[in-house]
């Protein structure tokens, strides 16, 4: 699907093998507990790709190695062919790789619109020098940022929010917010965790929507979740992780009937 | 919950309405009459003879002087969730750069210009706060907390026992004239025939500092970083997988909280004109912190109130024995003789308890929403506010 969907991503090059994100190899243990065994996978620029496993799989695990939250014990991680490994989250973040978290706190004494503006990259008033000598450049920034701001909102359709404490929002909400502002930053490639888990089924839906929708546009997604209904629906290729390992990557369709997947849920992993 | 909510958008609504337009200094008209009503308070006890107007004018230095700590340790705890428990250690540095470089009594014979002890005070301040936080922001926040409660004793120790650098318990006294060039008398002696200038030249000089600093503290709180800072304090994690260098930030506001505390204990120098390490005794440290959370932690304007309710409290403590009422009530409860002055700490902490009991956001909580001024232009504001308004309205 995402393939030639992704005809219409302005300016990149559509190459079929454009790899955003690869990670070769990677390994992670806690004490004697291995958690990601030798993990290698590659995520192509305009794909939806989904990614499953039983609890205990290594999933979460294996997004805060790629996103640098965990140090690697071997391996490498690449972001548009550059080496990202060893770079400090907020560097890999800089480099093009954007992820939310599975549960998102709530940012006490902040608007959702003033949420949503700390997504945006570079911005000159980040800085404290700026602040008093560049005040203009800042404060054009600002307004293009509240305009981006504003249109983010309504595309997720929770524009109606953008006055409310986040301390305000349900969970749901709470998530589209999280996707907004990620958004926000222009990532290359956008890694969700679990964007559904606890979410209403309606909302859900709105959700898969909305993904699909920027994938049509040209936004690349690696998306964690436990929800099989929702990620068959959108995600292709899908990944199966099992016991830190990558079981199988295949089609919604493939990974669905392979008895090692079903095995894998229903049998002998802890 | 829904109706509590609906007075703070009134309000909110009615101080931006308030809020003056062009330059957009921050500072509203109800800050400006709050400020007001609190110096005619003082006219109106200096003028019933309760206070003398120089004991006033002290007071008045002393706001200033907390005003500084408290706005420091909002910006790292309010904004940057960083706990300093060093807060009089930088204010020691401050007061020592202050004494040693400009007092007559000092061991050195150096006799500086102030000026030039603030500059020296500033740097030396900063320089410590980096060294600090290197090892600690890279933690998390508890560590921060127990190596600043460390440092304050080492700096505090420091003081003491390097007899031939600091005079040790000695103390350090008399202290220049703090920018003798303003033209102070002239004015002073047109309203007041008794009036210290002296006084009057501290007072005048710290509070116009604090405004400025003030100025500048707003500027960078409602900025695009005072917004990262503080996503840094609800979520580390979220503001680095944002792309932002949350150490780096850290440490700015870390560096800029420990200056403004700095400079307080620069000016402490010149309004006592004495200075021994006793002054720097950890229960200083939680009188800021007591300032800030009574104030409204996070918010600018709470610093402030914050600061005078401190002032109020540490000094207005003293006169309770002077009150008849007071006296009586204490009197009144039998078998025990109090002297009521002896028993002011124990009123600090029932006022505090009562304050979090009743207000736990503190006197003046900070607004919901910061964004650099002029960002946006009026009329999406105000149709946003409209917008959010009619959907309360729905919700009630």
Same mark, same amino acid.
């Not at chain 1, 190695?65 to 690449?78: A, K, N, P, Q, R």
């Not at chain 2, 700095?262 to 440290?285: I, K, S």
């Given at each position: 699907?995402?393939?030639?969907?992704?005809?219409?991503?302005?300016?990149?090059?559509?190459?079929?093998?454009?790899?955003?994100?690869?990670?070769?190899?990677?390994?992670?243990?806690?004490?004697? +507990?291995?958690?990601?065994?030798?993990?290698?996978?590659?995520?192509?620029?305009?794909?939806?790709?989904?990614?499953?496993?039983?609890?205990?799989?290594?999933?979460?695990?294996?997004?805060?190695?790629?996103?640098?939250?965990?140090?690697?014990?071997?391996?490498?991680?690449?972001?548009?062919?550059?080496?990202?490994?060893?770079?400090?989250?907020?560097?890999?973040?800089?480099?093009?790789?954007?992820?939310?978290?599975?549960?998102?706190?709530?940012?006490?004494?902040?608007?959702?619109?003033?949420?949503? +503006?700390?997504?945006?990259?570079?911005?000159?008033?980040?800085?404290?020098?700026?602040?008093?000598?560049?005040?203009?450049?800042?404060?054009?920034?600002?307004?293009?940022?509240?305009?981006?701001?504003?249109?983010?909102?309504?595309?997720?359709?929770?524009?109606?929010?953008?006055?409310?404490?986040?301390?305000?929002?349900?969970?749901?909400?709470?998530?589209?917010?999280?996707?907004?502002?990620?958004?926000?930053?222009?990532?290359?490639?956008?890694?969700?965790?679990?964007?559904?888990?606890?979410?209403?089924?309606?909302?859900?839906?709105?959700?898969?929507?909305?993904?699909?929708?920027?994938?049509?546009?040209?936004?690349?997604?690696?998306?964690?979740?436990?929800?099989?209904?929702?990620?068959?629906?959108?995600?292709?290729?899908?990944?199966?992780?099992?016991?830190?390992?990558?079981?199988?990557?295949?089609?919604?369709?493939?990974?669905?009937?392979?008895?090692?997947?079903?095995?894998?849920?229903?049998?002998?992993?802890? | 919950?829904?109706?509590?909510?609906?007075?703070?958008?009134?309000?909110?609504?009615?101080?931006?309405?308030?809020?003056? #337009?062009?330059?957009?200094?921050?500072?509203?008209?109800?800050?400006?009459?709050?400020?007001?009503?609190?110096?005619?308070?003082?006219?109106?006890?200096?003028?019933?003879?309760?206070?003398?107007?120089?004991?006033?004018?002290?007071?008045?230095?002393?706001?200033?002087?907390?005003?500084?700590?408290?706005?420091?340790?909002?910006?790292?705890?309010?904004?940057?969730?960083?706990?300093?428990?060093?807060?009089?250690?930088?204010?020691?540095?401050?007061?020592?750069?202050?004494?040693?470089?400009?007092?007559?009594?000092?061991?050195?014979?150096?006799?500086?210009?102030?000026?030039?002890?603030?500059?020296?005070?500033?740097?030396?301040?900063?320089?410590?706060?980096?060294?600090?936080?290197?090892?600690?922001?890279?933690?998390?926040?508890?560590?921060?907390?127990?190596?600043?409660?460390?440092?304050?004793?080492?700096?505090?120790?420091?003081?003491?026992?390097?007899?031939?650098?600091?005079?040790?318990?000695?103390?350090?006294?008399?202290?220049? #004239?703090?920018?003798?060039?303003?033209?102070?008398?002239?004015?002073?002696?047109?309203?007041?025939?008794?009036?210290?200038?002296?006084?009057?030249?501290?007072?005048?000089?710290?509070?116009?500092?604090?405004?400025?600093?003030?100025?500048?503290?707003?500027?960078?709180?409602?900025?695009?970083?005072?917004?990262?800072?503080?996503?840094?304090?609800?979520?580390?994690?979220?503001?680095?997988?944002?792309?932002?260098?949350?150490?780096?930030?850290?440490?700015?506001?870390?560096?800029?909280?420990?200056?403004?505390?700095?400079?307080?204990?620069?000016?402490?120098?010149?309004?006592?004109?004495?200075?021994?390490?006793? #002054?720097? #005794?950890?229960?200083?440290?939680?009188?800021?912190?007591?300032?800030?959370?009574?104030?409204?932690?996070?918010?600018?304007?709470?610093?402030?109130?914050?600061?005078?309710?401190?002032?109020?409290?540490?000094?207005?403590?003293?006169?309770?024995?002077?009150?008849?009422?007071?006296?009586?009530?204490?009197?009144?409860?039998?078998?025990?003789?109090?002297?009521?002055?002896?028993?002011?700490?124990?009123?600090?902490?029932?006022?505090?308890?009562?304050?979090?009991?009743?207000?736990?956001?503190?006197?003046?909580?900070?607004?919901?929403?910061?964004?650099?001024?002029?960002?946006?232009?009026?009329?999406?504001?105000?149709?946003?506010?409209?917008?959010?308004?009619?959907?309360?309205?729905?919700?009630?």
């Amino acid at each position: 699907m995402s393939a030639e969907l992704s005809l219409t991503y302005d300016g990149a090059d559509l190459d079929k093998d454009d790899v955003v994100l690869r990670t070769e190899s990677l390994k992670k243990s806690f004490g004697g +507990l291995t958690a990601t065994d030798d993990v290698s996978i590659a995520v192509e620029r305009g794909s939806i790709t989904g990614m499953i496993g039983p609890n205990g799989a290594g999933k979460s695990t294996l997004f805060n190695l790629i996103s640098g939250f965990y140090e690697l014990d071997s391996g490498s991680v690449y972001v548009n062919d550059t080496e990202v490994s060893g770079m400090k989250p907020y560097e890999i973040a800089r480099s093009g790789l954007m992820r939310t978290f599975q549960t998102p706190r709530r940012l006490e004494g902040m608007t959702v619109r003033e949420a949503m +503006l700390v997504g945006p990259q570079g911005q000159s008033g980040e800085s404290i020098l700026p602040l008093f000598f560049g005040g203009s450049k800042v404060r054009t920034e600002e307004t293009a940022n509240l305009e981006d701001a504003q249109r983010m909102l309504e595309r997720f359709e929770i524009d109606h929010l953008a006055n409310a404490p986040s301390t305000e929002l349900s969970g749901g909400q709470l998530k589209l917010v999280e996707m907004a502002r990620a958004m926000m930053a222009e990532p290359d490639v956008l890694l969700l965790d679990e964007p559904v888990a606890g979410v209403n089924p309606t909302l859900a839906k709105k959700l898969a929507g909305f993904i699909e929708e920027l994938n049509e546009e040209g936004q690349t997604f690696l998306i964690i979740e436990h929800d099989m209904s929702f990620i068959m629906r959108i995600a292709d290729p899908i990944i199966v992780l099992d016991q830190g390992r990558v079981l199988m990557e295949d089609t919604p369709e493939t990974v669905r009937s392979d008895e090692r997947v079903i095995e894998a849920y229903l049998g002998g992993s802890p | 919950m829904s109706e509590q909510q609906s007075d703070d958008i009134g309000l909110t609504d009615r101080l931006d309405r308030l809020r003056i #337009e062009p330059g957009n200094l921050g500072v509203s008209v109800l800050d400006l009459t709050a400020v007001g009503v609190f110096v005619l308070f003082l006219l109106l006890l200096v003028g019933v003879g309760v206070l003398s107007l120089n004991y006033g004018m002290y007071l008045l230095g002393l706001v200033g002087m907390y005003g500084f700590m408290v706005v420091g340790l909002n910006i790292q705890w309010g904004y940057a969730g960083l706990i300093n428990f060093s807060v009089i250690a930088f204010w020691g540095i401050g007061a020592y750069a202050a004494a040693l470089l400009t007092s007559p009594g000092s061991p050195h014979d150096i006799l500086l210009s102030p000026v030039i002890a603030l500059v020296v005070a500033i740097v030396v301040a900063a320089i410590v706060a980096v060294l600090i936080g290197i090892p600690t922001l890279r933690l998390r926040a508890d560590y921060l907390a127990i190596a600043s409660l460390g440092f304050a004793e080492v700096i505090r120790l420091l003081f003491l026992n390097e007899r031939e650098w600091t005079a040790g318990s000695r103390g350090i006294s008399g202290a220049p #004239e703090l920018f003798g060039w303003l033209p102070v008398e002239p004015v002073v002696r047109l309203l007041s025939a008794e009036a210290s200038i002296g006084t009057a030249r501290n007072t005048i000089v710290i509070l116009g500092m604090l405004f400025v600093g003030y100025l500048l503290v707003r500027r960078i709180h409602r900025s695009p970083w005072g917004r990262v800072v503080r996503t840094i304090r609800g979520d580390e994690d979220l503001a680095k997988a944002l792309g932002k260098n949350t150490y780096m930030m850290k440490m700015q506001a870390f560096v800029i909280g420990c200056v403004l505390m700095a400079v307080a204990g620069w000016f402490y120098m010149y309004a006592f004109q004495y200075l021994d390490p006793g #002054e720097l #005794e950890p229960l200083q440290t939680f009188y800021v912190w007591v300032a800030l959370i009574l104030g409204g932690t996070g918010s600018d304007r709470g610093s402030i109130i914050g600061a005078v309710t401190i002032v109020a409290i540490l000094e207005g403590t003293r006169f309770l024995n002077e009150i008849d009422l007071v006296v009586a009530l204490f009197e009144a409860i039998p078998g025990i003789t109090l002297n009521v002055s002896a028993v002011r700490l124990l009123l600090v902490g029932l006022l505090i308890i009562f304050v979090i009991r009743f207000r736990p956001q503190g006197l003046l909580p900070p607004k919901e929403e910061l964004i650099w001024p002029g960002a946006a232009s009026d009329d999406t504001q105000s149709r946003e506010r409209q917008a959010t308004r009619e959907q309360r309205g729905v919700d009630e």
